[in-house]
C-alpha cells in the first residue's frame, strides 16, 4: 500500500545567497497504522512550512514550524500530525502517527519566506493581464 511520496530535494537561491532545502526519504510506502516521518534539511534556522498534496489536487498548507519549536498547525490537519525541530541538525522532522491510507500524498516543505499573509493560509500571487 503506497501511503507517502515526499517531494524530492529543493534548492531555492535568495537575494542574500543560495538556501538549500532537502527532504528525505524520497519515497516511502508503509502499512497502515504504522508511524511515518519525513525529514527536512535546512541550511539555516528560520520558520519552516509543510505543504501537502492530494493526487490530482491542489497544494494545501499544513502546518509551519517556528524556531523556537512551536508549531502552527491548519485546522484541517488530523492531531496525528506532529513535527519536532532538530536545531543541532538543522532537521524538521514532520511525524504521521498511526498513518491511515487517506494520509496519502506528496508533502513538500519550504523555508520562510514563502507568501503568506499574516493570520491565513499560503496564497497564490497573481499578476494583471495588461
Known amino acids: 500500500m503506497r501511503l507517502l511520496t515526499p517531494h524530492q530535494s529543493v534548492s531555492t537561491a535568495l537575494f542574500s ?8 526519504p524520497r519515497g ?3 502499512i497502515e497504522g504504522q508511524d511515518v516521518a519525513v525529514n527536512c534539511n ?3 534556522l528560520d520558520t519552516v512550512f509543510w505543504y501537502r498534496q492530494n493526487p490530482g489536487g491542489a497544494l ?7 524556531t523556537s519549536g512551536k508549531v502552527s498547525k491548519s485546522p484541517d490537519l488530523p492531531e496525528r500530525f ?9 532537521v524538521i522532522k514532520m511525524q504521521i502517527l ?3 491510507v487517506g494520509d496519502s500524498a506528496v508533502y513538500y516543505c519550504a523555508l ?10 499560503p496564497v497564490q500571487k497573481l499578476s494583471r493581464k495588461s
Open 28 to 30: 516511502k510506502t508503509e
Open 112 to 121: 520562510d519566506p514563502t507568501l503568506l499573509q499574516e493570520g491565513a493560509y
Open 98 to 100: 498511526s498513518a491511515v
Open 82 to 90: 506532529t513535527a519536532e525541530l532538530i536545531k543541532e541538525n538543522k
Open 60 to 66: 494545501q498548507y499544513a502546518l509551519k514550524i517556528f
Open 17 to 24: 545567497g543560495q538556501d538549500v532545502v532537502s527532504q528525505y
Open 42 to 44: 535546512i541550511s539555516r
